[in-house]
């Protein structure tokens, strides 16, 4: 039997928002699929997506944190699961400009936020 039949849970905000929170504290995908109440099967349909929709471009500016302090940045390169983020010292805490260098790599689960700053700029 072919069961390839698109995810029945529709991707709200509220379902986007609580797939991502949990991603990024390091979930499993059946604890996702409990808190979600769908069977397994379709929790990694929905957290396909939104993994696909919350996936950074080139260009993108973010804000992480590292070591409890907040770093923002312009990504330069993807990579599998992290991208490389050029630092903006002059919105980031300058604590850990030390301890960083330039560019550094950051996984895309402890991406916080995406902004805007290049804009600000302008």
């Known amino acids: 039997m072919n069961n390839q039949s698109k995810s029945k849970v529709k991707l709200t905000a509220k379902t986007q ?4 929170s949990e991603l990024r504290r ?5 604890r996702i699929a409990t ?3 769908v ?4 929790a ?14 080139i260009g993108d500016e973010v804000r992480f944190q590292f070591r409890r302090y907040t ?6 390169k993807l990579l599998n699961n992290s991208a ?5 010292w002059n919105y980031s805490d300058r604590a850990m400009s030390d301890v960083l260098d330039e560019r550094t790599v950051v996984n895309f689960k402890d991406i ?9 700029q302008a």
Do not use: C, H, N
Not at 17 to 20: K, N, R, S, T
């Open 17 to 20: 928002a609580l797939v991502e």
């Open 44 to 57: 990694v349909t929905v957290i396909k997506r939104v993994k696909e929709s919350v996936r950074p471009d």
């Open 35 to 37: 808190l979600l109440d």
């Open 71 to 76: 770093i923002v940045g312009r990504i330069e």
């Open 26 to 30: 390091g979930t499993s995908k059946s």
């Open 84 to 88: 490389v983020v050029w630092i903006y």
């Open 112 to 120: 916080q936020e995406f902004v805007q700053i290049a804009a600000k």
């Open 39 to 42: 069977p397994y099967d379709e």
